[in-house]
């Protein structure tokens, strides 16, 4: 149901004249623009309340947190509070899932706009009941005052507000909102701050609910694309003949875009199987996969930047007597995500509905428009639940696939990638180096410090899908990415004097046409790569330098937050009393801080690590949940362990060979841990940053120097692989 | 194509399909059932586990003819949220799901692995869903809620 229907099946439309001021204008609907406070607030007939929120929950509970954060400002109860999200026809753009902001950028607005909603509302009541402000109090959506009272929904339910807010300009992520009220004081706080429950758990758990897998629409055909077998190449010729036997198969193809559809699902899938593509063959896009990392270190540096540059590194190492160095590899990393992507697209002549698992549904929207050549504003899009999203994954190309297909057989089509789809051609987290360098004097002091990445550009194609350049179905019919070049530095206060972070791109492997090696953003993009290398060279230091990883960390870190989860994470380990096997690692993301102990166990024999235990100290300031906070974080951990240990992307010289689970291995339940213990600390006068990633760059590090702690033994090369692991013993 | 007599959730149905087709498309397009998922078709991920007379399979590998005259449960038939499995209930409880997709796996797995072994322990729950994949990485939670189940159960 769009804002306009739902509306309209509540009444909204209905003229009241049981009451009339000012503050309230007639029942207009004003435009779906950020500016006006209907965009994010609507209060039913029945006194409910409906936010819009223009980011998405991917599962992690985000959708409670807005709930409670709107319940507390408008003074309504959170089960009042219905969170509409992924709606390009309710929400404005606030950037889809987006760098863990879902909160810090997001939930923001929807505070302001509540507090701004509840002024409002009070004002009208004010004049309604002839009582001063002052003189008025809210509680469960009712105003009253010593002896008179009204509700929200008397004074505007299943109305408009009509009311207007002060919007910065910005879309995505940057797009803020001022308004006259003030949000409450954080120590007002009843609902914010509560262990409250998720909306989704119960359908998920009784099958009753859909996903984007689920939506049908009458008449849609099933299709399946057909991805070139290996990288860049193009098709010479398409075998129409060999799919004649299949009911209603028949084949698209635009260029290299090659399709099958068909009425029922599993004849499509067949039709995929059996049809024949005489391709071109391109060889040797790729380098050979055992030396992707000399690859690296050798590979012309299209930009670099120097983020960090304090005091004279060059001319300490010139003088300095002693050195540590050393290099750490992280590979190619899939999003693998639980399912194949999917959508439904239903293109006419003059618009387009598409439904889609993507994050970002509205850069969906945008990028359909181009695509189809249409105006912006007749492509709706429609997030539904999809199976997992972490990033940049298939779910974009699958939404722009299937309108394009939609468009070119005028029908409704259903498009679902088989595993592959979601293995071998999601994009990339880059494969990258790290080195590092750390000068200490005969105090034991570290006098100059310098980390360098140097990898693929983790956006050779775009976070979103709004430029069809940055999709297969773009890639295929012959437009190239734009691409961005853009790494990252590590995220710490580590007071060295002397100190150099930088990060240098190389040039993709395939400049145009479709690779399955083409790079995006992968949960907390760069953020495991980097810190693998920048947190094992901490420990590295400090064991150079004679001192424990813990202490050597409060020794140098200059945020006091930074050190306070450092201080907490090892108290609640109780560090200094652990065996062998014990690893820390520390960063920040974003303005949240995260550290954890690692603890694990080797068997020399098989190779296996085993994280029995993990602790996190996790600062992201004030809380707004701590049920859904604990539970993102410890996903992390495990999503986080599993990329530590299992996960490699494997190809060959011209196509990628991790094409399902078996060979894109991830981590099993009887490699989970036992036990992660979180410890949440609550900063409520701090405004609340995000939960969604940083845990996740912590766990490589920790887990790598927990292997050091019990074999003395460096790692330096992801995936901690049995092989690797039995190759280090051995050495 | 030919025609198959089967029961799913306790309701008796008549498919017709071609003898190899997966039980997970009968399923999902001839019956419009929306809760066995197509993760991987080749029986890597759990995602489209129902049981075929009590025991679970995948889907998505099973031919639609080896399932005829049988009876079929998904995770809609298990139980539902006025009489949920032991299970369900300990999901909810837990809040064990995220993106959600992987759960016919876990749970019509463990639901079998209970039925046989309601004290299983810690190291023969997993080993018994071993295979089965989630990607949010709600292992931890998955290990609570089984084991919370099992308090009720025993």
Request: aromatic share 6%; hydrophobic share 40%.
């Amino acid at each position: 149901m769009n804002r306009r229907e739902f509306m309209q099946a509540s009444g909204a439309l209905v003229v009241s004249s049981s009451f009339s001021f000012d503050a309230f204008a007639q029942a207009a609907k004003p435009g779906l623009v950020p500016g006006e406070l209907d965009s994010w607030i609507a209060v039913m007939p029945d006194g409910g309340v409906k936010a819009f929120f223009g980011k998405m929950d991917m599962g992690q509970g985000l959708d409670s947190a807005v709930a409670q954060i709107v319940a507390e400002e408008l003074d309504v109860g959170f089960d009042r509070v219905e969170v509409l999200m992924g709606d390009t026809a309710t929400s404005c753009n606030q950037g889809g899932a987006s760098g863990s902001t879902g909160v810090s950028n997001g939930a923001r607005l929807l505070r302001k706009a509540a507090a701004e909603a509840r002024r409002v509302l009070v004002e009208g009541a004010s004049n309604k009941l002839g009582v001063p402000v002052s003189d008025l109090k809210v509680e469960n959506g009712t105003v009253f005052s010593a002896d008179k009272k009204t509700t929200y929904a008397e004074l505007v339910g299943g109305k408009h507000f009509n009311h207007k807010v002060q919007w910065n300009g910005q879309t995505g992520n940057p797009m803020d909102i001022q308004v006259p009220a003030k949000p409450k004081p954080p120590a007002e706080y009843k609902v914010v701050g509560k262990p409250l429950p998720r909306r989704d758990v119960a359908w998920k758990v009784f099958g009753t609910g859909d996903y984007v897998t689920d939506v049908r629409v009458p008449g849609m055909l099933h299709a399946r694309v057909i991805r070139p077998p290996r990288a860049a190449c193009k098709v010479r010729s398409v075998y129409e003949g060999s799919i004649k036997a299949i009911r209603g198969a028949q084949v698209v193809r635009e260029k290299d875009f090659v399709a099958v559809l068909a009425p029922r699902e599993w004849d499509a899938v067949r039709a995929a199987q059996q049809l024949k593509v005489d391709w071109h063959a391109v060889d040797g896009a790729f380098p050979d996969m055992a030396k992707l990392y000399d690859h690296v270190r050798a590979a012309k540096v299209t930009k670099r930047v120097e983020e960090v540059k304090h005091g004279d590194v060059a001319s300490v190492f010139a003088k300095a007597s002693k050195i540590v160095e050393a290099e750490y590899e992280w590979p190619f990393q899939s999003h693998a995500s639980m399912g194949p992507a999917c959508a439904v697209a239903d293109a006419k002549a003059d618009r387009c509905t598409v439904w889609t698992g993507s994050q970002k549904p509205h850069f969906v929207r945008d990028g359909v428009a181009r695509l189809l050549g249409l105006p912006q504003d007749k492509v709706h899009a429609i997030w539904v639940t999809g199976p997992g999203s972490y990033g940049r994954n298939d779910a974009g190309d699958a939404a722009m696939d299937a309108a394009f297909l939609s468009k070119k057989v005028g029908k409704p089509v259903r498009v679902q990638g088989m595993r592959m789809d979601g293995t071998a051609w999601d994009p990339k987290a880059p494969a990258c180096v790290h080195r590092g360098r750390a000068a200490i004097d005969a105090s034991g002091k570290v006098v100059a410090y310098e980390f360098t990445s140097k990898g693929f550009s983790r956006q050779q194609i775009a976070t979103n899908e709004s430029d069809p350049a940055d999709s297969l179905v773009g890639l295929a019919t012959g437009v190239a990415p734009k691409g961005t070049l853009i790494f990252g530095t590590p995220a710490e206060s580590y007071g060295f004097e002397n100190k150099l972070l930088a990060w240098e791109t190389i040039p993709p492997l395939v400049e145009s046409g479709c690779s399955p090696l083409r790079t995006s953003h992968l949960r907390d993009p760069v953020g495991p790569e980097i810190h693998f290398g920048s947190e094992q060279f901490i420990d590295e230091i400090a064991r150079a330098a004679g001192e424990d990883p813990v202490a050597f960390r409060l020794k140098y870190l200059t945020n006091p937050r930074h050190a306070a989860v450092v201080k907490a994470v090892a108290e609640k380990a109780g560090w200094s009393s652990l065996g062998k096997g014990k690893g820390i690692a520390f960063a920040e993301r974003g303005g949240t801080a995260v550290a954890v102990v690692a603890q694990v166990e080797v068997d020399a024999k098989t190779g296996r690590i085993w994280a029995r235990k993990f602790t996190v100290a996790h600062d992201c300031g004030l809380i707004i949940n701590p049920l859904v906070l604990t539970q993102t974080i410890e996903g992390n951990v495990v999503h986080g362990l599993s990329r530590t240990l299992f996960e490699e992307v494997r190809f060959d010289r011209d196509s990628v060979k991790s094409v399902d689970w078996a060979s894109y291995p991830i981590l099993e339940i009887g490699d989970a841990p036992e036990t992660i213990d979180v410890v949440l600390i609550d900063r409520p006068e701090i405004a609340p940053t995000g939960a969604g990633e940083p845990t996740i760059r912590v766990i490589p590090a920790a887990v790598a120097n927990a292997f050091f702690d019990a074999t003395g033994k460096r790692l330096r090369r992801a995936p901690l692989d049995p092989e690797r692991v039995k190759a280090a013993l051995s050495a | 194509m030919a025609r198959y007599r089967l029961t799913v959730d306790g309701k008796p149905v008549t498919l017709t399909a071609e003898p190899e087709m997966p039980l997970l498309y009968a399923l999902r397009d001839d019956l419009g059932m929306n809760n066995p998922h197509f993760g991987c078709g080749v029986a890597q991920c759990g995602a489209c586990t129902v049981h075929l007379d009590g025991e679970p399979v995948r889907a998505c590998v099973m031919p639609v003819s080896a399932a005829a005259g049988k009876t079929v449960t998904t995770i809609k038939g298990l139980g539902t949220p006025a009489k949920p499995h032991p299970l369900q209930a300990a999901y909810v409880a837990e809040q064990v799901p995220q993106c959600g997709y992987c759960i016919n796996g876990w749970v019509m797995t463990a639901a079998a692995i209970l039925e046989k072994n309601p004290k299983a322990s810690d190291a023969e729950l997993r080993e018994g869903l071993a295979g089965l994949k989630c990607r949010c990485g709600t292992h931890v939670s998955i290990l609570r809620a089984i084991k919370r189940a099992q308090g009720v159960l025993t």
